[in-house]
C-alpha cells in the first residue's frame, strides 16, 4: 500500500482511538483540541512520510508523535494543563512524566467511555451521531453532511452547539456506575440504531447503501458487547438485527448500482456467516426479560433471512410487528407491516390498512400501494408510483420506481 492508499486508511482506523484518549484525557471541555493534535499527527506523517518514506510500523509512529505532540502542548501551557485535568495537575505538581495511555486497551475502554458521554441525553439525538460519526468513527465534516444529508455549515454548528451543552452540562468522560448503566443504555443504542440505519437506508450520494456508516454501528456495538456491564440482552437484540441485516448487503444492489427488491433477490449472495453470527446474538439476547424494539426488530430481521414464502414466514413477521407497534409505534413499522399483512390476508385487506396511514409525504408509502393495486386496479397503480416517482430523492430510487411504472 503506498502513502496515498496509507494515509487515509490510517486516518479511518486510528483518529477516532488517538481522539478518544486523548479526550479522556483533556476532558470534555477541550475535544476541539483532541481532535486538532490528532489531525495535526497525520499531517506530520504526510510531510515526513513524503521525504523519509512510510516506517516499518505506520501505526507506532502515530502513536509515539501523537503523544508527543500532547505532551508538548501540555508543559508549553502549565497553567492550562492544570484546569483541565485533576490527574493532570497531580501529575505535573509532582514533577512525573504525563502518561498518554495507548495501549489497546486503554483506547478501547476510551472509546466506550465517549460513546457514553457523546450519547448524553442532554444533547439531541441528531448531534449524538454526528460527534459520534467524527470522534468515534474519524469521518470527515463533508462526510457527516452527505451521510446526514445537510451541509457543512449545519453540521459544524450542531457539533459546536452539541460540545457546548456537554460542557455546561459538566459531561464526565467515564464509564457509567452499574446503576446508571440501564438508564444511560437507551441514548447509546439508539444512536448506534439510527447510525445503522443511515447507512442501510442511505439518501445520500444516490447511494442504495453506505456500508461505511453500517460497519461503524457494528463496531460500536461490539464495543458493548466486549464490555461484561454492557454485554446486556438489548445490545445483543441490536447486534443481531444489524447482522440478520447486513447479510444482505450483496444482494440489495445489482451491477448498476440499483435497488434490489427482497423478493428478487438472489439469496446466494446471503452472507450465511453474518447470519450465524446473527443467530447467535439473538440466542443470547433471550437470556433477559425484558423484550425490547430490538429484540422485535431482530426476530423481523431473522424471518427474512429465509426466502420461502410461506404462510408460516409472514405470519410469524406480522405477529411480531403487532408487538413492536404496541411496545413503540412508528409510521415506518406501521407501513411496513401493512406489507407482511398482504402476505397473509390478501393484497385488498392491506390496501384498506395502508390507505388509513396516509403518509403522503413518503415516497415508500406510495410504492407500496403502486404495489398492492398492481393486478386490482392498473390506474391506481399507476397514480401511485407516479406520486412516488414525485417524492422520490435519490436517483436510485426514482430509477427503481421508474422500471416499476415501465412494467405496468
Given at each position: 500500500m503506498n502513502q496515498q492508499e496509507l494515509i487515509p486508511h490510517l486516518f479511518r482506523t486510528e483518529f477516532?482511538?488517538?481522539?478518544?484518549?486523548?479526550?479522556?484525557?483533556?476532558?470534555?471541555?477541550?475535544?476541539?483540541?483532541?481532535?486538532?493534535i490528532a489531525s495535526d499527527t497525520f499531517l506530520s506523517a504526510m510531510e515526513t512520510w513524503s521525504y523519509n518514506g512510510i516506517p516499518d510500523n505506520p501505526t507506532a509512529w502515530l502513536y509515539t508523535v501523537a503523544k508527543n505532540k500532547a505532551k508538548n502542548h501540555l508543559?508549553?501551557?502549565?497553567?492550562?494543563?492544570?484546569?483541565?485535568?485533576?490527574?493532570?495537575?497531580?501529575?505535573?505538581?509532582?514533577?512525573?512524566?504525563?502518561?498518554?495511555?495507548?495501549?489497546?486497551?486503554?483506547?478501547t475502554d476510551s472509546q466506550l467511555q465517549m460513546l457514553f458521554a457523546?450519547?448524553?441525553?442532554?444533547?439531541?439525538?441528531?448531534?449524538?451521531i454526528g460527534l459520534s460519526l467524527r470522534i468515534l468513527c474519524g469521518f470527515g465534516i463533508d462526510e457527516i453532511a452527505g451521510a446526514l444529508l445537510s451541509n457543512k455549515e449545519t453540521i459544524n454548528?450542531?457539533?459546536?452547539?452539541a460540545k457546548e451543552k456537554l460542557r455546561a452540562e459538566k459531561v464526565q468522560i467515564l464509564f457509567p456506575n452499574e446503576t446508571e448503566i440501564e438508564n444511560r443504555l437507551g441514548p447509546v443504542l439508539?444512536?448506534?440504531?439510527?447510525?445503522?440505519?443511515?447507512?442501510?437506508?442511505?439518501?445520500s450520494k444516490d447511494e442504495v447503501l453506505r456500508k461505511d456508516l453500517c460497519i461503524e454501528a457494528m463496531r460500536l456495538t461490539h464495543l458493548l458487547i466486549e464490555n461484561e456491564q454492557t454485554n446486556k440482552p438489548q445490545v445483543n437484540a441490536l447486534i443481531a438485527?444489524?447482522?440478520?441485516?447486513?447479510?444482505?448487503?450483496?444482494?440489495?444492489?445489482?451491477?448498476?448500482?440499483e435497488f434490489v427488491l427482497y423478493q428478487d433477490q438472489d439469496e446466494t449472495l446471503w452472507n450465511q456467516a453474518l447470519i450465524k453470527k446473527g443467530v447467535f446474538f439473538f440466542n443470547q439476547a433471550s437470556h433477559g426479560s425484558?423484550?425490547?424494539?430490538?429484540?422485535?426488530?431482530?426476530?423481523?430481521?431473522?424471518?427474512?433471512?429465509?426466502?420461502?414464502?410461506?404462510?408460516?414466514?409472514?405470519?410469524?413477521i406480522l405477529q411480531l410487528y403487532n408487538q413492536l407497534l404496541q411496545l413503540e409505534y412508528s409510521p415506518v413499522a406501521a407501513l411496513n407491516r401493512t406489507y407482511a399483512l398482504s402476505k397473509v390476508y390478501g393484497k385488498a385487506e392491506a390496501i384498506i390498512q395502508a390507505e388509513k396511514l396516509n403518509l403522503s409525504d413518503n415516497h415508500f408509502y406510495?410504492?407500496?400501494?403502486?404495489?398492492?393495486?398492481?393486478?386490482?386496479?392498473?390506474?391506481?397503480?399507476?397514480?401511485?408510483?407516479?406520486?412516488?416517482?414525485?417524492?422520490?430523492?435519490t436517483t436510485v430510487d426514482k430509477q427503481t420506481i421508474q422500471n416499476k411504472l415501465d412494467k405496468l
Open positions: 477516532r482511538k488517538i481522539t478518544s484518549v486523548l479526550g479522556k484525557l483533556l476532558g470534555i471541555d477541550n475535544l476541539e483540541l483532541a481532535e486538532d508543559q508549553r501551557n502549565n497553567l492550562f494543563a492544570q484546569k483541565i485535568s485533576p490527574q493532570i495537575k497531580s501529575s505535573l505538581a509532582e514533577g512525573d512524566e504525563i502518561e498518554i495511555d495507548l495501549s489497546e486497551k486503554n483506547i457523546i450519547c448524553h441525553p442532554s444533547i439531541s439525538t441528531e448531534a449524538q454548528k450542531r457539533l459546536v452547539r439508539l444512536t448506534l440504531y439510527l447510525l445503522f440505519s443511515e447507512g442501510y437506508y442511505s439518501e438485527l444489524m447482522c440478520f441485516h447486513a447479510s444482505r448487503f450483496e444482494a440489495r444492489k445489482n451491477n448498476r448500482g425484558k423484550l425490547s424494539k430490538y429484540h422485535l426488530e431482530a426476530g423481523i430481521a431473522y424471518w427474512h433471512t429465509i426466502k420461502a414464502d410461506t404462510k408460516e414466514k409472514w405470519e410469524g406510495f410504492t407500496l400501494l403502486g404495489e398492492l393495486y398492481t393486478d386490482i386496479d392498473i390506474q391506481k397503480a399507476k397514480s401511485n408510483f407516479t406520486n412516488a416517482l414525485a417524492l422520490a430523492k
